[in-house]
């Protein structure tokens, strides 16, 4: 049921794009939305974790991962789309984007934080790396404001978007900031009773 409605986003920019009714500038229209996508799924698979605690609903735990995964399937289509339609293939532009266009640079600093976490999301990858594993996918918060900073930069006078999602992102990290400053608290009094 999940794996179909995250991809009704996909069906639905697909249409479009065959239908030709995503606008004067298809191609932007694709990049853009496949990186709010991207974003939105990323925020969903963050929002997962204080959803289950507060609601103590373990059922939604594997919904993080799947979410996540999406979260990548979204962001590798706006790095294609980018390369394929923005810059045509020219190979020589795609590394000098990257170093000199520092919205570029930011944005593909996130995709690679999200194909690394995505190649170790497996189980058999989780026991392989043990207590690194959580280390590494920890940096999927580095990689949510990352690609927040990418779309502030793209976005520039049209801040709506970022500013929106800018402020959930900021309740996600700052929901789990006052969850350990608690655990942290907790445990120096257990420690000292």
């Known amino acids: 049921m999940i794996f179909c409605l995250a991809l009704l986003p996909f069906a639905y920019l697909l249409q479009g794009a065959v239908l030709n ?6 191609a932007r229209e694709l990049a853009l939305e496949t990186g709010r996508w991207a974003l939105r799924f990323l ?10 605690e507060q609601t103590g609903l373990a059922g939604l735990f594997p919904l993080r991962r799947t979410l996540g995964l999406f979260a ?5 289509l706006h ?3 980018y390369m394929v339609f923005l810059l045509e293939l020219r190979w020589s532009e795609i590394g000098s984007d990257i170093v000199e266009r520092p919205y570029i640079t930011v944005g ?21 790396l043990g207590r690194r594993w959580k280390r590494l996918h920890q940096l999927v918060y580095l990689a949510s404001l990352l690609a927040l900073l990418h779309l502030l930069w793209i976005l520039r006078t049209d801040l709506f978007d970022a500013v929106f999602y800018g402020t959930l992102l900021l309740l996600l990290l700052g929901y789990r900031l006052v969850t350990r400053l ?3 608290v907790k445990s120096g009094r257990r420690q000292t009773a």
């Open 21 to 26: 009714t995503l606008g004067a500038d298809p």
């Open 43 to 52: 925020l969903m698979s963050l929002a997962i974790t204080p959803l289950r």
């Open 72 to 76: 990548l399937f979204y962001a590798v």
């Open 79 to 81: 790095f294609i789309i």
């Open 108 to 128: 593909f600093t996130a995709l690679l934080i999200l194909v690394a976490m995505g190649v170790t999301s497996t189980k058999a990858m989780m026991r392989r």
């Open 182 to 184: 608690k655990r942290r």
